[in-house]
C-alpha cells in the first residue's frame, strides 16, 4: 500500500530560533499552501522529523548548535528518504567565510541541500523549497515503487506457498489415486486369475473327468470280467483305460508346457526331416479336404529342439487350422534358417540376436479379429465351446518356444487366414546324429538297482515292473534310507531316483552317491521338478531322466541301456525290500 498524498510533499519544517525569521518564513509558505511545523530548536527538529516530512528549513545558526544530534536522527531514515535541506545563511565574514557550507559537508548533507544568502527575497525562498518538494515527491515516488515491489513479493511468495501446499495437497491425491489403481490392477489381475482357474474348470476338468472316467471304468470292468472268467475281451476295455491315461498325460503335458516346466530333450534335428515326418502325420490326422503342402530352404539345416514336442506344438497348430477351415481349405507348411539382428523387423520384438529356423504355418480359414488376436497365448482361453477345447493348444505353443529359447509370433486377418511363426534356435552342425531307436528291450540279468521313490503306489509298482524284468531291486522311500545303503558294501548297480523327494532332492541325493560310488549310473525319473525342465542342463555324466508318466518299455529300454555293461551276477540273491 501507499501513504497518503495530501501531507506529503507540502509539510516544511522551520527551524529558526533567533529573530523573526521563522514567523516570517511560516508566513511566506503558507501563502503557497504548505503545511508549516515551527521548531524552537535542532533537537525538536531531530524528534520531529520522518520519513513523511518534506523539507527542512534551517538556519546556519541554528544548525552549528546542534547539528550531530540532527546527523544522528537523519541516519535513522529508511534507504529511500533522504530528505532535502534549505540552509539559510549567515552573513559572510573574514573569519567564517564558508560556515554554512562546511557544516553541511561535515555531517554529509551537501549532496540534497541549497544554500540561500541572507538576506533573501521571496522568489528565491519559493524556488528553492519548491525545488526541494520536488526532489522529495521523486523519493516518495520510488518510495512507493519499492512498497509495491515488496507487496508483490510478498504476493509472490504467498503464491508459492500456496502453489507448494497444493502440490503437497495434489501429490498426496495423485499418491492415493495411483495406490487405488493399483489395488484396482491387482484387484482386475486377480479377477482375471480367478476368471482363468474357472475356464479351467471348466475345460480342463471338464476332459480330465472324461479321461478319468475311461480309466476308472476300464479297470473296474477289466477287474469284473477277470473275476467272472470272462477274459476274451479285457484287453479292449485295458486298451481303453490306457489310451484314457495317456490323452490325461498328454494334458498335463500341455499345462506343463504352458508354465515353460516341462522337461524337454533339446538336441539338434534335422529340419527337413522331422517337417516330413509331421506333415505325414497331419495327412493322416486332418480331414481329406485339406490340402498340406511343405516346402523347406535347402538350407535350412539343423534345428535345436525336443522332437516330440515340436511335433505336439505343430499338432496343435494344425488341429487349430482345421477347426478355423471347417468346409476344407490350404495348411501351407515351411522353414527357413534367418539370422536375427536387434534391428530385425519380422521378428518378435524381445527375441535374441543369433540364427534361428522359423517354421511357418498358415491355413486359409477365418482368421480372427484384433481382440481374439491379443487373448490367444493367454492359459484356458478358448472361443470353443466347454468340452471342445482347454484354451491350452497356442499357450502350450507359447511356452515351449520359450522354453527351447525361441519365440513365437501369429498374425491373422479375419476372412484371410493366420500365420503362425515358431522361431528355434539353429544349430551350426552339419547333420544330427541318427537316432538309436530301440526294438525288442532285453531283461535284466540279476542287475541290482537302487529305487528311491516317496510314493508308495509308484514306488510299488515301478519295483514290481523291475522285477519282472529280471532286476533285484532294493526299495527307499527317502534319501534318508538310501543313504546308508549307498554308504555300505551291498551291490548296486543302478539307482533310480525320483527328482522331487522330500528333505533332499533327487540331484542332490545323486551327488551323496557319487561321493561314495563315483561310477554309479543314475536314473531319474520325474513328473515335475522346476530345475529339471531342461535336461541337459540337469543330467550329469553317466546320467539320464525319464519324465513320468512313462510307459513299461520305455523304463525298462532306459534300465538296460545304462545297465548292459555291468556284468550280472547270476548267483546274487534278491535284496530284502
Known sequence: MTYEKASEGRSVVICAPFGRDAESLRSLLRERDYEVVVCPDVKAVSNGISDRTGVVVITEEALARDAERL??????????????????????????????????????????SVVLERPLGRASLFSAVASAMRLREKQFLMRDRLL????????????????????????????????????????????????AVGQLTGGIAHDFNNMLTGIIAGINISRRRIAAGRLDEVDRFMDAATDSANRAAALVARLLAFSRRQTLDARPLDTAVQLKQTCELLRSTLPENIAITLRVDPDVGVVIADATQLESALLNIAINARDAM????????????????????????DTEPGAYVVISVTDTGAGMPPDILAKVFEPFFTTKPIGQGAGLGLSMIYGFAQQSGGKVRIDSEPGVGTTIDLYLPASDIAEPEPDQTVGTVETGRGQAVLLVEDDDSVRLLVADIMKELSYTVIQAPDAG?????????????????????PGMDGRQL????????????????????????????????????VAKPFSVDALAAKINEMTKSTVAKQTRASAPE
Open 71 to 112: 546527523h544522528v536522527a537523519l541516519a535513522k531514515q529508511p534507504p529511500w528518504s533522504d530528505i532535502p535541506f534549505v540552509l539559510l545563511a549567515a552573513v559572510r565574514t573574514s573569519r567564517n567565510p564558508n560556515g554554512a557550507l562546511s557544516q553541511l559537508a561535515r555531517f554529509d548533507l551537501a549532496s540534497n
Open 326 to 349: 471347417p468346409d476344407g481349405g490350404r495348411l501351407d507348411v515351411s522353414a527357413r534358417r534367418i539370422p536375427v539382428t536387434a534391428s530385425e523387423a519380422r521378428a518378435p520384438s
Open 510 to 545: 545323486a551327488q551323496v552317491a557319487r561321493g561314495h560310488r563315483p561310477d554309479l549310473p543314475i536314473l531319474f525319473i520325474t513328473g515335475y521338478a522346476e530345475n529339471a525342465a531342461t535336461k541337459a542342463s540337469f543330467v550329469g555324466t553317466n546320467m539320464a531322466l
Open 481 to 501: 534310507v538310501a543313504i546308508p545303503i549307498l554308504a555300505s558294501d551291498r551291490p548296486i548297480d543302478l539307482m533310480v531316483s525320483d527328482v522331487g523327494l
Open 148 to 195: 509495491e515491489l515488496d507487496e508483490s513479493e510478498a504476493r509472490l511468495r504467498d503464491l508459492n506457498r500456496d502453489l507448494e501446499d497444493k502440490v503437497t495437497s495434489r501429490t498426496a491425491e495423485l499418491e492415493e489415486q495411483v495406490a487405488a489403481r493399483s489395488m484396482a490392477e491387482e484387484s482386475l489381475r486377480q479377477s482375471q486369475k480367478m476368471e
